[in-house]
């Protein structure tokens, strides 16, 4: 078993691939341990998969597995942390906007948290203003109607310790709810400020009003989940040692 995953969901990003690969590989050289780097292209139309099977011939440590459809950021999310290794596993976005220099410090998270979340504090020039705006209001109503804190629920660059995805299920859109799923399931989840950056390569997959109605569906969701948790501790369990007759 590896040290370290991280996990990078990809559609149609094959410009943005190679500034991301040298940024972060730098980065990882710098933390000295066994890495792997799972690209999970999630059926992209342009040449996304070509631009990582170059990068694993000229590194290893690259991986990529290849979804035969688009099914979604939380299907690709799924696949890549079923194909993870690592003792600890990181999740960052491929469209360059996740800073890989914000890694170590996540990682630092863990020797003290099951699993540090992003918290865009200053999100500044990197998001138009509309987006900042009804993000901040999605937020609201997330954190109103789940009972959470989440500051920055849509940021989705995170570190996990590996217990955490242990009966981990994933269902369409709930990438965005992973911390408060681990809370949900008893995992200790911190916020931790990472450095913002706007799109270099082409254009965001999800705008303003696409997600809005799908979003609130989620969290309704989320909600009955939390609703209908299991709660329960033993207070007695006698017997049931196999070399008892």
Known sequence: MLDLSVVIPVYNEEASLPPLWQELGSVLDGLGLAVEVIFVDDGSRDRSAEVVRKLREADRRVRLVRLKANAGETAATDAGLKAARG???????????????????LLAELDRWDAATGWRVERGAADPWLRRVSARIANFVRNALSGETVHDSGCTFRAFRRECLRGLVLYRGLHRFLPTLLRMHGYRVVEVPVAPRPRRFGASKYGVWNRAFV???????????????????????????????
């Open 87 to 105: 003792h600890r596993i990181v999740v960052m976005d491929a469209d360059l906007q996740n800073d890989p220099h914000d890694i170590p410090k």
């Open 215 to 245: 979003a609130f569906a989620d969290v309704l969701g989320v909600c009955w989940m939390k609703s209908r948790l299991l709660r329960y501790e033993i207070a007695e369990s006698l017997g049931g040692d196999p070399t008892e007759a």
